[in-house]
């Protein structure tokens, strides 16, 4: 097979070929400007190409409903250019092949799973920690969509004490990724993630918001690994805070083989950064 992957990103649009394997012949990045601008760049690569599908992980909100009547399309973004844009619709118009569509931590999920360190597990969650946070969660095989699909980066956590900062989201101020996003982190403490490396502080406190919402993950959907992406989950040491700080909220209510070695149960993604690419890859098999 001959299938196009399209990672759409609010900053790039990421455009690939491979097959079903998970093989990417080439890939192209385009800067998501407005979609006049940048979608005419996207459906040439893939005309180019004579892919026989595309899956595209798109960041959101979306509409996955395949009933709706705006089922493939971008809904109320902050990017106000591409709200209420027909994604999935466009492309199929102008390509004549199927479009598989999710969100992009659906795709990363997918991917993790499909070609990844997740394989033959039956429930994942990935969580992308970065300029937003979000979470894919995949059960039994299929995506988790629901009445629309899963915003798990608004999760409500609850302030450390010694925080006054507010909170940078726009609709809660203080949910998670309101306190542990990248632009939280920058907010907060006056520099980019990267340059506060070597600032223990920093990263207690970031990995105390996190191990909260992984908690509340554990609890809800019992997934058998969480798989941690993203910009700020270049931080290394990040993940022995995280993965005590868990153990410490979960306080020993649940055992399981996963909890007692948590280093293969909160990881670091995998595929060199190439999961969301890889999911699509997937989506477009399956649709095909």
């Not at 196009?4 to 012949?25: H, Q, S, Y």
């Not at 902050?78 to 004549?96: H, I, S, V």
């Not at 995949?138 to 915003?151: A, Q, T, Y």
């Not at 996963?258 to 995998?270: K, T």
Request: net charge negative; aromatic share 8%; hydrophobic share 40%.
């Amino acid at each position: 097979m001959k299938l196009g992957a399209l990672e759409a990103g609010g900053t790039k649009m990421v455009c690939a070929v491979g097959d079903e394997k998970g093989n990417i012949f080439n890939q192209i990045s385009i800067p998501t400007k407005t979609p006049k601008e940048t979608m005419p760049q996207v459906m040439a690569y893939f005309k180019k190409e004579k892919v026989e599908a595309v899956g595209v992980g798109c960041f959101g909100p979306v509409d996955l409903n395949q009933n709706s009547d705006t089922y493939g399309f971008i809904t109320c973004t902050p990017k106000l250019a591409w709200k209420n844009f027909d994604m999935a619709g466009t492309l199929e118009r102008a390509l004549g092949c199927p479009i598989g569509f999710d969100t992009d931590v659906n795709s990363s999920v997918l991917g993790e799973v499909t070609f990844g360190q997740a394989r033959g597990k039956r429930c994942v969650v990935y969580v992308t920690i970065g300029t937003g946070i979000g979470a894919g969660i995949l059960i039994e095989g299929s995506l988790l969509h629901g009445m629309l699909h899963p915003e798990a980066g608004h999760v409500l956590v609850k302030k450390r004490n010694d925080d006054p900062y507010e909170g940078i989201c726009p609709y809660h101020k203080d949910c998670f990724e309101g306190l542990a996003s990248g632009p939280a982190i920058k907010s907060r403490w006056g520099k980019e993630a990267a340059a506060l490396a070597d600032e223990k502080r920093v990263w207690e406190l970031e990995s105390y918001y996190i191990a909260q919402a992984l908690t509340g993950y554990i609890l809800t959907l019992s997934p058998e690994m969480i798989i941690l992406g993203g910009g700020v989950m270049n931080q290394a040491q990040l993940f022995p805070m995280i993965r005590q700080k868990t153990l410490e909220l979960l306080n020993g209510y649940i055992r399981t083989e996963e909890i007692e070695h948590m280093e293969n149960y909160i990881v670091q993604a995998s595929l060199n950064g190439n999961q969301g690419i890889m999911g699509c890859l997937e989506l477009a098999r399956r649709k095909l």
